[in-house]
């Protein structure tokens, strides 16, 4: 996922034959319609074509297009980071960055990146990705989201819940000036998380990237100019 000034156009036109999927004797309706969407989905085409692991990239550097948070970052963290996507898109388009990235599912290495394999709600977590990074991070960003359930005021409150534990890692250990990039569902960023961002960024704002398939609740918060925690952190 990186914003090497790749353009998003072609979004949804896509282009080229649409391919329709036969129900398999052991596929279900819903694994068709699934595998049907991703044959056709001219962002997976690009991402393949493009070598990216994934069509997320494509919302990264769709909002790094429109806020422009990229260039200028040179120590990132990668919250929910496989399959590496975003990573891919930071690293593109600023070759010199430092990125550590964590999951809890594995991801295939990625040169200049370094990978943890572990849960970012352990306690652990937080001092292991500042190790990893070797300094404090100027950009975070978190793709995260919970495994949904089927109920939408669940799965907003445990995906917001994730952003909420991203945005204090944040606030914790952003360099001033530094930005924030998650993603959250419908509805936004609830009050708690809007008040502890406007508080601590000079600049809050949500978008929903062309990018993001038409029908997908999902929704970003981007928060730049971090206003630093007066603790004289200035990463050196």
Same mark, same amino acid.
């Given at each position: 996922?990186?914003? /090497?000034?790749?353009?998003?156009?072609? @979004?949804?036109?896509? &282009? $080229?034959?649409?391919?329709? *999927?036969?129900? +398999?004797?052991? =596929?279900?309706?819903?694994?068709?319609?699934?595998?049907?969407?991703?044959?056709?989905?001219?962002?997976?085409?690009?991402?393949?074509?493009?070598?990216?692991?994934?069509?997320?990239?494509?919302?990264?550097?769709?909002?790094?297009?429109?806020?422009?948070?990229?260039?200028? /970052?040179?120590?990132?963290?990668?919250? @929910?980071?496989?399959? &590496? $996507?975003?990573?891919?898109? *930071?690293?593109? +388009?600023?070759? =010199?960055?430092?990125?550590?990235?964590?999951?809890?599912?594995?991801?295939?290495?990625?040169?200049?990146?370094?990978?943890?394999?572990?849960?970012?709600?352990?306690?652990?977590?937080?001092?292991?990705?500042?190790?990893?990074?070797?300094?404090?991070?100027?950009?975070?960003? /978190?793709?995260?989201?919970?495994?949904?359930?089927?109920?939408?005021?669940?799965?907003?409150?445990?995906?917001?819940?994730?952003?909420?534990?991203?945005?204090?890692?944040?606030?914790?250990?952003?360099?001033?000036?530094?930005?924030?990039?998650?993603?959250?569902?419908?509805?936004?960023?609830?009050?708690?998380?809007?008040?502890?961002?406007?508080?601590?960024?000079?600049?809050?704002?949500?978008?929903?990237?062309?990018?993001?398939?038409?029908?997908?609740?999902?929704?970003?918060?981007?928060?730049?100019?971090?206003?630093?925690?007066?603790?004289?952190?200035?990463?050196?």
């Amino acid at each position: 996922m990186s914003g /090497s000034g790749k353009k998003s156009s072609g @979004g949804r036109s896509g &282009g $080229g034959l649409h391919v329709r *999927v036969k129900t +398999a004797r052991k =596929r279900s309706v819903s694994s068709t319609r699934w595998l049907q969407r991703q044959l056709n989905d001219p962002y997976v085409r690009r991402a393949q074509a493009e070598g990216y692991r994934s069509r997320a990239a494509y919302k990264l550097i769709e909002l790094d297009e429109k806020f422009g948070f990229l260039k200028k /970052s040179r120590a990132v963290v990668d919250l @929910g980071i496989t399959p &590496g $996507g975003w990573s891919q898109v *930071v690293r593109q +388009a600023n070759p =010199r960055a430092r990125v550590a990235g964590i999951d809890l599912l594995h991801c295939e290495p990625i040169e200049g990146v370094e990978i943890l394999e572990m849960d970012f709600m352990d306690d652990a977590a937080p001092d292991a990705l500042i190790e990893a990074l070797g300094s404090a991070p100027d950009l975070v960003i /978190s793709d995260m989201a919970a495994n949904t359930v089927g109920h939408p005021q669940t799965d907003h409150l445990r995906t917001i819940g994730l952003a909420e534990t991203a945005a204090d890692f944040a606030v914790q250990n952003l360099l001033p000036g530094g930005a924030f990039v998650a993603k959250v569902f419908a509805g936004g960023a609830d009050r708690e998380l809007l008040t502890l961002l406007k508080q601590n960024f000079t600049s809050v704002k949500h978008a929903k990237p062309p990018a993001s398939r038409k029908g997908s609740p999902e929704l970003y918060v981007i928060a730049q100019g971090f206003k630093g925690r007066g603790d004289g952190a200035t990463g050196d």
